[in-house]
């Protein structure tokens, strides 16, 4: 009797090739990643080169950034400063009250080079001198130029001087300009406005439909709290002013009104059209968006 097991492991001899093979495929398989470290050529990294393109770039991109610095520095400098003409004395006058007439830096730098060096302003002409200063710049500044020299000192003013001799010609001046009736012209002779800002008080005026109080003028572009001191005491307020009936009004007639946007007169139409005419400034109370701030500032241009 044969055995059982022994016949079932017989192979034949083409089985045990098979067997062979299969067996020399798996030990190559297994045995490749080791082969491969073996014949593999190591990568070699030229960090040198990177290192140079490193560089490149930083030098260019500091190259780029002083190029942008130096533009911005220009055109800081070459930009046209907004003045805000008021009477002054060049000598010894700050490098903040120097901004405030519409120099840049570096002609406030050459004037005080100037002064640096002993020199001194003995009348008007003498600041044209200055090279740095334009000649359309000078006509401006001109009209305000007030030297006062005193043949026993030639002490520099200081600035608290500049300011309290500016302060006392403003509360002397006997010109007292109404503001809804002036043309540009008459606003000039009041001492501190100059030709842009008393166009800008008239084109203000237009679009509010006059001034009801002398104080409006603070809510003009470019009029500071310092200014309006100086200035308050020429001026008056009388006449009557164009008001906007708040009944009949349409979007396009209420949003040329510089204390109204778009939301406000939208809110006011809506309402109106839900609840009828407005009767008078109570009912516009009624509009949530409206607060009694602003419609206590816009009272007096509406009518019913």
Known sequence: ???????????????????????????????????????KRPVIYEFDQFKQEIEAFKESAQK????????????IEKKELKPIYVPFDPNGLSEEQWHTLGLSDRQIKVIKNYESKGG???????????????????????????????KSTTNHPSSNE???????????????????????SKLETIRGIGPAFASRIIKYRNRLGGFHSKEQ??????????????????????????KININTSTFKELKTHPYLNYKQ????????????NYTDIDDLYQVSILNPEFLRKIAPYLSF
């Not at 003498?126 to 000649?135: A, R, T, V």
């Not at 007169?265 to 009828?276: E, L």
Request: glycine share 2%; with cysteine.
């Open 1 to 39: 009797m044969s055995n059982p097991l022994k016949t079932y492991f017989n192979f034949s001899k083409k089985e045990y090739n098979g067997i062979f093979i299969l067996c020399l495929l798996i030990i190559i398989i297994i045995l490749s990643p080791l082969i491969y470290q073996v014949f």
């Open 64 to 75: 780029e950034q002083k190029q942008y610095l130096k533009s911005q520095k220009n055109t």
């Open 120 to 150: 001194k302003f003995y009348k008007k002409e003498d600041l044209k001198k200055i090279y740095s200063i334009k000649p359309n710049q000078y006509a401006q500044l001109e009209p305000y130029i007030s030297i006062q020299l005193t």
């Open 162 to 184: 500049f300011k309290s001799n500016q302060s006392l010609k403003s509360r002397n001046t006997s010109v007292v300009v109404d503001l809804n009736e002036a043309d540009s």
């Open 217 to 242: 003028v603070r809510e003009i572009y470019g009029l500071n709290s310092i200014k309006y001191e100086q200035i308050k005491d020429q001026m008056r307020v009388s006449g009557t002013i164009r």
């Open 265 to 276: 007169i939208n809110a006011i139409i809506q309402y109106r059209k839900q609840h009828g």
